[in-house]
């Protein structure tokens, strides 16, 4: 009975390699986000998406795109793939008006 | 544009002591959420206490509590009875009512806890 759940919770890849990370809530949340926590452990948001508008950190290349197929599904698409993008992913989800960020288990790429 | 501060990168305590992260944010609104989350080795984030500005009453949940300071823009967490799994990254969070949703987080302190 994860709350929010992310796949794979490791990923290895080559530069330029195209990948996927999958994040899904059973929540009932209508908000879910990325993160992108670097090897100092700052944590910078990518992307927040609810069923009416995406908003988009402009810092975030546009190599980076999140889909959502529906109100329990977001997942982050990685095209390209830098070395720089070495880094652990989060997915949140939150009910408007409640608040609270809840969060995935993270996501560890490495890219070599 | 609201920022938040953790002055403090590391912090150690010996077991079953009590602890004290120190947070303070800047901000011009006057409503806002508050939050610490924890981070233990194994990276889940996980929500440990949340304030909301308008409650005068700071927030409890078993060996955590903040002393939340409205007028000082200060928001610390204490643990009580300290304890190995405590051992974590602490991160304090401020949320706007008029955000795009987003947290906006400080840069977190490692807290160490010795046997």
């Known amino acids: 009975d994860t709350a929010v759940s992310q796949t794979p919770k490791y990923l290895v890849t080559q530069m330029g390699n195209d990948k996927s990370i999958k994040c899904e809530q059973n929540?009932?949340?209508?908000?879910m986000y990325w993160y992108k926590q670097d090897s100092k452990k700052f944590l910078k948001i990518m992307f927040s998406?609810?069923?009416?508008?995406?908003?988009i950190n402009e810092t975030v290349p546009n190599r980076f795109s999140p889909k959502s197929p529906d109100k329990a599904h977001l997942n982050l698409h990685i095209n390209s793939l830098e070395l720089g993008d070495s880094a652990v992913y989060f997915c949140a989800s939150s009910q408007e008006g409640v608040r609270t960020q809840y969060f995935g288990p993270g996501t560890r790429l490495t890219v070599l | 544009a609201q920022t938040v501060t953790q002055s403090q990168p590391e912090m150690s305590v010996q077991e079953a002591e009590t602890v004290t992260l120190s947070c303070t944010y800047d901000t011009s609104e006057s409503d806002y959420y508050l939050f610490w989350y924890k981070q233990p080795p194994s990276r889940q984030m996980i929500l440990v206490i949340r304030?909301?500005?308008?409650k005068q009453q700071n927030a409890t949940e078993n060996r955590f509590s903040v002393n939340f300071q409205k007028a000082a823009k200060s928001f610390s967490l204490k643990i009580s009875d300290s304890q190995l799994g405590d051992a974590a990254m602490y991160f304090c969070?401020?949320?706007?009512?008029?955000?795009?949703?987003?947290?906006?987080w400080g840069a977190g302190t490692k807290l160490i806890i010795k046997p």
């Open positions: 304030q909301e500005a308008y």
């Open positions: 969070a401020y949320r706007s009512l008029n955000s795009n949703y987003q947290l906006i």
């Open positions: 998406y609810n069923n009416k508008e995406l908003i």
């Open positions: 929540l009932g949340h209508d908000t």
